[in-house]
Antibody, heavy 123, light 106 residues
Framework: QVQLEESGPGLMQPSETLSLTCTVS????????VGWVRQPLGKGLVWMGT???????NYNSAVQSRLSISRDTSKSQVFLKMNSLQPEDTGTYYC?????????????????WGQGASVTVSS | DIVMTQSPTSMSISVGDRVTMNCKAS??????VDWYQQKTGQSPKLLIY???NRYTGVPDRFTGSGSGTDFTFTISNMQAEDLAVYYC????????FGSGTKLEIK
């Protein structure tokens, strides 16, 4: 059974660095990507970035300078680090499996999601 | 950035209704559009991928269509459990989501 679970601090101060962990089970990080998606309270979804099966990363240009995504395949964990936090970074952070569908060419979908980690940035 | 303009913002519907919502991309995204359902307090759930393909286990009352810049998502026979916010997302370049369509009971 595919599962993802986010963990991390709920309350942060402005200018601090956010560290979130996504622990996965039921699939391999060397065969699937994992993406992070943020949702401000009561608002829509914003893709933050993805670490792919081969270890390469892509980031949303709006946060690229502040964001780093990495992983530890031996522990089945993916990490998000974002520095210089501001109140507008407040929201729920989801990790999601980025899975390829197809045979010769792949179409990538976010087909399994964690329950989300709530992060509040406030002084 | 590719902007996905989703309409309407909300809809008041009755059980059994046919529901249609739209998503317009700011540039050609081919068929690289997915649709997600998000119920209150839950994480998003993939329903449709690559514009018109129903994901595993998704009931056939959910359908998607379109290509290029214009996409449509339809629920053919609205059920009470379908109350949710629905988002389109393009993956032609780095993923961007529409602002969502919220379905409410009339």
């Amino acid at each position: 059974q595919v599962q993802l679970e986010e963990s991390g601090p709920g309350l942060m101060q402005p200018s601090e660095t956010l560290s979130l962990t996504c622990t996965v089970s039921g699939f391999s990080l060397t065969s699937n990507g994992v993406g992070w998606v943020r949702q401000p309270l009561g608002k829509g979804l914003v893709w933050m970035g993805t670490i792919w099966a081969g270890g390469s990363t892509n980031y949303n240009s709006a946060v690229q300078s502040r964001l780093s995504i990495s992983r530890d395949t031996s522990k089945s964990q993916v990490f998000l680090k974002m520095n210089s936090l501001q109140p507008e970074d407040t929201g729920t952070y989801y990790c999601a499996r980025h899975r390829g569908i197809g045979t010769t060419t792949y179409y990538y979908v976010m087909d399994a999601w964690g329950q989300g980690a709530s992060v509040t940035v406030s002084s | 950035d590719i902007v996905m303009t989703q309409s309407p913002t909300s809809m008041s519907i009755s059980v059994g209704d046919r529901v249609t919502m739209n998503c317009k991309a700011s540039q050609n995204v081919g068929s690289n559009v997915d649709w997600y359902q998000q119920k209150t307090g839950q994480s998003p759930k993939l329903l449709i991928y690559k514009a018109s393909n129903r994901y595993t286990g998704v009931p056939d009352r959910f359908t998607g269509s379109g290509s290029g810049t214009d996409f449509t998502f339809t629920i053919s026979n609205m059920q009470a459990e379908d109350l949710a916010v629905y988002y389109c997302m393009q993956s032609n370049s780095y993923p961007t989501f529409g602002s969502g369509t919220k379905l409410e009971i009339k």
